[in-house]
């Protein structure tokens, strides 16, 4: 299992490798544009062009992910913000595949309480609309859209596998779509997975409703709140009230070997240090050995 970790792009797109490199992560994940705000960064098309090659021929971090603008809601009964929303995810998918990243990750939205059933056309409707819209801009395929579990927080949508398969579904199971675990919401839903037994079902689960192979990337955090809490508060490894045996329980499963593990703790309150890749190595190999017996 490859680790990486989200860093800040600040000063350049490119400069996110450097930091991934210092901190000895395989792969970085970053935010195209300012994460809580509408306003799209101005990329240069040789800035989007030079991170492709420099991530390319990079010697360490193998892969970039990106993560999507936190305002976007595919959700909303707003018919302005679902624009809005629609614009920017396009902006979203573009950047990232111009600079070649592995995939976008995406909060789907909050219904505010009219239920997934109210909003599944609308939401499957939207992530294809983006996608086609960014295909169409960029002359070609553009990367994949992570839908991302969400902790369940007011009427968030993704609580559950079983919703995000219900998404898929709506979709027409389009190809172009897979899926990011995040280990904190995970938790946050109330899903248990303190030993290998309870990790294991978590990850047959997961195979049963969106299917394994659509899994693009882990979010490997420890959790600042209770099991089914419903927030989306995360913690370093092995700090919060996941644990590092529990989250090592549920990497070390042979089947997720092949997928990235991506960093996005708070580490002294600027995100990720190269501690906590090294704590995410660790309670991976801890996890590998037990199971080993
Ligand atoms: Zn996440
Ligand atoms: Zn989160």
């Known amino acids: 299992m490859q680790i990486g970790a989200h860093v800040s792009s600040a000063g350049g797109l490119v400069k996110a490798l450097d930091r991934g490199d210092a901190m000895g992560a395989d792969v970085v994940q970053i935010f195209t544009q300012s994460p809580r705000t509408w306003r799209s960064s101005a990329h240069s098309h040789e800035e989007l062009t030079s991170y492709a090659a420099a991530q390319a021929a990079h010697p360490r971090v193998r892969a970039t992910f990106c993560h999507a603008t936190y305002l976007v809601n595919l959700a909303t009964a707003d018919e302005a913000l679902l624009a809005k929303s629609h614009r920017c995810l396009v902006e979203n998918l573009v950047t990232a595949s111009a600079i070649g990243a592995s995939g976008v990750v995406l909060h789907v939205g909050s219904h505010r309480g009219a239920g997934i059933d109210a909003v599944l056309v609308q939401v499957a409707g939207g992530i294809v609309a983006a996608l086609d819209g960014a295909s169409d801009e960029l002359g070609c395929t553009c990367c994949p859209l992570l839908l991302e579990n969400a902790a369940g927080a007011g009427g968030t949508v993704g609580r559950s596998f079983a919703e995000l398969a219900r998404i898929l579904d709506a979709t027409g199971d389009d190809e172009r779509i897979g899926t990011c675990l995040d280990t904190q919401h995970l938790f946050a839903s109330g899903s248990d997975y303190s030993s290998t037994e309870a990790a294991d079902s978590v990850v047959a689960d997961l195979d049963r409703t969106t299917g394994l192979a659509r899994l693009g990337c882990i ?3 420890d959790s600042l ?20 045996a529990a989250l090592g329980c549920l990497v070390s499963h042979p089947l997720l070997d092949g997928v990235t593990a991506i960093l996005e703790v708070p580490g002294d309150g600027d995100g990720p240090r190269s501690v906590d890749v090294v704590a995410a190595r660790a309670l991976l190999a801890d996890g590998i050995a037990r199971r080993a017996g």
């Open 219 to 221: 979010h490997l955090n």
């Open 225 to 244: 709140v209770p099991l089914g809490a419903n927030r989306d508060r995360h913690a370093n490894l092995g700090e919060g009230e996941i644990g590092a």
